[in-house]
């Protein structure tokens, strides 16, 4: 189950910011193989000029409708990620999104490292 951290800066409506959280969990549904019910998310906005985000030399340029996402998973292969990026990029764009105000860092981690309360470690334990 991916945990999907979202850096947006100020300015979109309820709604958008929405529409936003429900098309990135449908890509990782459809390309991470993701639970329907495995929804994490955190949506932080920071007033402008507060995220950095240079082009790193590739030329592209960046809005304020940047979109940033920190995406914390365990078992996706390369296919499984390079699938994800360019689905992640086509859905967003066809909600306004401009592909070159998309940035996504992945984060991998093992079962050990989840708890979702009471103090276990649910895959450990069976419970999941």
Same mark, same amino acid.
């Given at each position: 189950m991916p945990l999907v951290r979202i850096d947006v800066i100020?300015?979109?409506s309820d709604k958008e910011l929405t529409l936003l959280a429900d098309t990135i969990q449908e890509v990782l549904i459809e390309t991470f193989a993701a639970p329907e019910l495995?929804?994490?998310q955190v949506i932080h906005e920071h007033r402008k000029g507060?995220? %950095?985000a240079l082009d790193t030399g590739l030329g592209y340029k960046r809005?304020?409708?940047l979109v940033l996402l920190q995406i914390t998973?365990?078992?996706r292969n390369r296919q499984q990620k390079e699938k994800m990026y360019a @689905?992640?990029?086509q859905k967003?764009? %066809?909600i306004g999104i401009s592909p070159t105000d998309l940035i996504i860092s992945l984060i991998e981690n093992n079962k050990e490292d989840w708890s979702f309360g009471l103090g276990r @470690?649910?895959?450990l334990t069976g419970e999941l």
């Open positions: 100020e300015g979109r495995d929804r994490y507060l995220i %950095k809005t304020d409708q998973h365990q078992g @689905a992640m990029s967003l764009e %066809k @470690a649910q895959f």
